[in-house]
């Protein structure tokens, strides 16, 4: 089944008040704060020798809620909104509940809860198990995170660029079906989408990429109520259903992606939680860059 491509930038609501943003804008502030600091410190010269600024691509995990941070208090922190069909609003989570703790970080003491929550969720790796209070009745909610990909920024002042960059492809080679991987589309790159038709292989600067995977699984090693279950999750996922994968491109090197089936989680919980299959550099081969 087809599902719609991933907008160019992704937007994500955070779980601190008024901190709304964008993965893309995020990198670019980054980027001029790093350049006006050099230009300030006088480091911006024709020194022969190339200058690099430089971050990684972070995956970061967020909920889809406002959560009031302002203040550290004993009874959890309140849920003030909800993200219409975000993370946070399909685990359970309900304007009015108060967040006690969240994957095993108490929220309801003393401590600034702000850097407190910011820990929670990074801590989990994509799940939530959180304790609410709803009233006055403890209530346990589970499931999973909102997914955030922020992009890496490479940035080499007076540098000859021959020889600095990499490929990522999902259409090079035979995919090894044997080892369960099978073929993939990437849907964006560091934030931006890529081109709607065939582009064989996409050419990087060297350093930390984040890709948007979307899986194109054999349907004929899924039985029929398989894929009615997968096509419902996607159907209600849409773009969620694809997966970020961080790729760490090398200069001269080129990467096959795929993705993999996980034979072991295609039970129906899983299906629904889009668990039965992970994106996957599948091969890295030499190729040299123009």
């Not at 993939?184 to 065939?198: F, W």
Request: glycine content about 8%; hydrophobic content about 40%.
């Amino acid at each position: 089944m087809d599902t719609p491509r991933i907008p160019t930038r992704i937007l994500f609501v955070a779980v601190l008040i008024g901190a709304t943003t964008s993965s893309q804008a995020q990198s670019t502030r980054e980027l001029d704060a790093a350049l006006l600091q050099m230009s300030e410190r006088g480091d911006l010269k024709d020194t022969g020798a190339p200058q690099v600024i430089q971050k990684p691509a972070q995956v970061r995990y967020e909920l889809g809620a406002v959560v009031d941070v302002r203040t550290a208090q004993r009874s959890g922190l309140p849920v003030m909104a909800l993200t219409p069909d975000g993370p946070a609003a399909r685990i359970g989570f309900k304007v009015g509940d108060r967040l006690v703790s969240m994957n095993g970080v108490r929220l309801d003491g003393a401590s600034p809860p702000a850097p407190l929550l910011e820990q929670a969720l990074q801590r989990g790796e994509g799940r939530v198990v959180a304790d609410v209070l709803r009233g006055s009745v403890p209530t346990k909610l589970s499931g999973a995170a909102g997914v955030v990909a922020v992009p890496a920024y490479r940035l080499e002042i007076g540098a000859d660029a021959k020889g600095t960059c990499g490929f990522v492809t999902a259409r090079a080679g035979t995919v090894p079906k044997t080892r369960n991987i099978f073929r993939a589309d990437i849907t964006t790159i560091d934030g931006r989408s890529t081109p709607l038709q065939s582009v064989n292989r996409h050419r990087l600067a060297v350093g930390r990429h984040v890709l948007v995977v979307q899986e194109l699984i054999d349907t004929n090693r899924l039985s029929p109520s398989q894929l009615v279950q997968i096509n419902k999750m996607k159907r209600f996922a849409l773009a969620k259903a694809y997966k970020p994968l961080v790729v760490d491109v090398k200069p001269n090197m080129s990467y096959r992606i795929g993705a993999r089936l996980l034979k072991d989680k295609l039970d129906t919980q899983s299906l629904r939680d889009n668990a039965y299959w992970e994106p996957v550099v599948w091969e890295e081969v030499a190729e040299r860059c123009p």
